[in-house]
Structures are given as C-alpha cells and as structure tokens.
C-alpha cells in the first residue's frame, strides 16, 4: 500500500507559502503595496495542476490504473472539512451581522458548494463579495478536477504516447490565451475573463504540462539551460508582482499564460531540490509554513478581512490584528482538524499488485517508485 503522507517536497510548500502571502497582501491584510499580489493565485493553480498531474501519473505507472473513486475520495477529505466550517461560520456571521441578507446569502453558499461561485461572479448572477466569493478559485480548481483525472485516465488507457500528451496540452494553453485575448478584443467584461473558468484554465494545464515534463530524464545540456531559465522565470515574476495592473491588457493579451509558463518553469526547476540553486531560498520555514496552512487562511483571511473589524481594539493596527487572528485560525484548523482527517487519506491509497518471483526477471528495473505527498496539494 502506498501512502499519501511521505515524501514532501519542501520547496513546493514554500511557493504555496509565498503565494498565500502575495494575496494576503493584495487584500490588505500585510499592508504593503504590490500591484501584482493577486497573481498568487496563479501560483496556485499552476501548483495545482503540476501534483495532481503528478499523482495521477505515478499512480497509473504503480498499478496500470487509476481509481478515480480513491482519487476524489482523498479531496474530499482534504477540502471538505475546513471548507464546510468555514461555510457555517459565514453563515453564522451574516445571520447576526447582517440578517436581511441571509437568504440571499444561503443560496450563494449553495453555489458555493456545487463550485459555481466563479461563474456566478464571471457572468454577473451576483457580484458581491461575501464570504463565498473567496471560493472562486476554489471554485475553478474542483472544476478542473472533475474534468482532468478521468481524462488523463482514458489517454493513459489508451497507450497514448507522454509527447502526444505534452503536445495536446501545449496546444490547449495556446487556445486558451487566444480566446481570453479574444474576449478582450472584443469588449468583454473584466470579470468574466478574471473569473471563467475557460480564461484561467492555462496556468492549470501549464501546471498538467509541466508534470508530464517532470517524468522524464532531460539531456544535460538542456535540463542545464531551463535552471538557468528558472532563474529569469523568478525574476520576471518578481518584476511583473511589483508592476502589473489588474486592469492591465497585458495580462489579458497573453501575460497571464507567460506568468503561468514562468511559475511552471520555476516549479519543474525546484521539483528536485538536490539540483535547485532555489530551493534553499523557497525552503525557508516560514515560507514552507505558510505553505501547510495556506488552504484554510485562503478561506479565513477573507472572512476576518470583510465581516470583522478590531479597530476599537487595535486602532490603526487593525489589518495586523486581523492578520494574526486570520493566521490563528488556520493554523487550529491545520492541526486540529485538517491534519488529522488526512491521515484518512491513507485508506483510499493504492496497492501495487504483487509481482510473482519469475515474472520479476521479465521486467525492466526502473528504480524504485516512491509516492509523493497529496498534502502538497
């Protein structure tokens, strides 16, 4: 039986730490000022796409196979318990503070947990930033999650070559920059290209691209060249963080797909930390620490930042104050109950078939397969 506990890859945890602080400072929540802090949110997905795609792979090389019931199985168990305590406290909230809107706020806390909170921001159902409307890249992932693994599962099935794969996904990033460059072309709004899921599905599927990358033995000379890139991809995205508009037609004109090509380049370069000149940078404990609790102070930090107020205690450090409260709050979350429920995840594992002492001489050896965390994700 393989588990899903082992084998964390630290520097992944320290982009995801890094990325929850960039969106905690476009909120305000750190008052400092960086245009760009909402592009933490590609981090996210790229990340995102990269090890579930991961998984998915390694699974399948295991075992021949992919239960895809185990596979939703363990993000159910990952995201539903903090997602549902958190959906309780909004509506707790919303009921004392605001009761008028309560009703309204039930249905959008049903959007919310069918995964349409994006849709219902992107073609204007409801634009209002309530406790859910955190939930919109949330929203975008599950989306994906429900689309990706049994489709990656019927390619693998169907012995489709890996560089035919690659290929199919390099296209589709293509199609998708195009159309969202379209949208903008012709007008569209700015929320329906900020919150469809078809204009940000790029940074996910760069994400998917980059796995498949990963699984392979690069010739020296280029895996040497693309380290080198890693270091430009990093200073790149530190430019466009410090620089880029929200509102801004480069993103929408191909910027966020170069932005999701960068974090894609800087995370296959991490991946194995043993040959990252930046890994000892991303593992920084903080950065790493930030990373394990990011799912639930996503959620809270939003929470804390709209419905509650501690200026009569805190005055001017009132964003401080919200900011620790915020960052108390996932970590009791993380430890108490999150941590706790992953360990379930290891029942919904997979065994990799016995191998008969006489077949093993007719198998190639390959090295020994090792799984890595599904807490990464």
């Known amino acids: 039986m393989h588990s899903f506990q082992s084998q ?10 890094i990325a929850m602080i960039l969106v905690l400072i476009h909120h305000q929540l750190i008052p400092l000022s960086l245009n760009g802090g909402f592009l933490g949110v590609d981090l996210f997905f790229v990340l995102s796409g990269f090890l579930i795609t991961g998984l998915l792979l390694k699974e399948f090389k295991a075992t021949n196979s992919i239960s895809l019931m185990n596979f939703y199985a363990r993000r159910a168990l990952r995201l539903a318990p903090a997602f549902l305590i958190y959906l309780i406290a909004a509506l707790i909230l919303t009921y004392k503070q605001h009761p008028e809107e309560f009703a309204r706020e039930i249905k959008l806390v049903g959007l919310s947990l069918v995964y349409l909170t994006n849709w219902r921001m992107a073609l204007g159902w409801d634009y209002s930033l309530d406790p859910t409307a955190i939930i919109w890249s949330l929203s975008i992932e599950e989306q994906f999650y429900l689309v990706w693994p049994p489709l990656l599962f019927l390619l693998l099935s169907c012995r489709v070559k890996y560089s035919h794969i690659g290929v199919a996904l390099g296209l589709i990033v293509v199609a998708v920059a195009i159309h969202r460059a379209t949208l903008w072309t012709n007008g569209a709004e700015l929320n329906r290209m900020y919150y469809g899921t078809d204009t940000r599905a790029d940074a996910l599927f ?48 191909g910027g966020y797909t170069l932005v999701a090509l960068a974090t894609g380049l800087l995370i296959w370069s991490v991946n194995d930390s043993e040959h990252s000149w930046l890994a000892p940078l991303l593992t920084f404990y903080p950065f790493r620490w930030f990373g394990l609790i990011s799912y639930s102070l996503y959620l809270w930090h939003w929470l804390l930042l709209r419905n509650v107020s501690f200026y009569y205690v805190a005055g001017k450090w009132d964003s401080w104050a919200k900011f620790v ?22 029942r919904f594992s997979y065994s990799t078939p016995r191998i008969q002492p006489d077949a093993k001489k007719q198998l190639p050896l390959v090295g020994p397969f090792v799984q890595p965390s599904e807490q990464n994700t």
Request: proline content about 2%; hydrophobic content about 50%.
């Open 8 to 17: 964390r890859v630290p520097a992944l945890d320290g982009i995801r730490g």
């Open 206 to 253: 760069v994400g998917c691209l980059c796995a498949f990358v990963a699984q392979h033995r690069l010739p020296a000379k280029l895996e040497s060249t693309l380290r080198m890139l890693g270091l430009v991809a990093v200073g790149f995205l530190v430019y466009l963080i410090s620089t880029v508009s929200f509102t801004g037609q480069f993103l929408y004109r």
């Open 325 to 346: 409260a915020a960052v108390t709050i996932a970590a009791s979350s993380f430890y108490l109950i999150e941590k706790r429920i992953n360990n379930l995840k290891s």
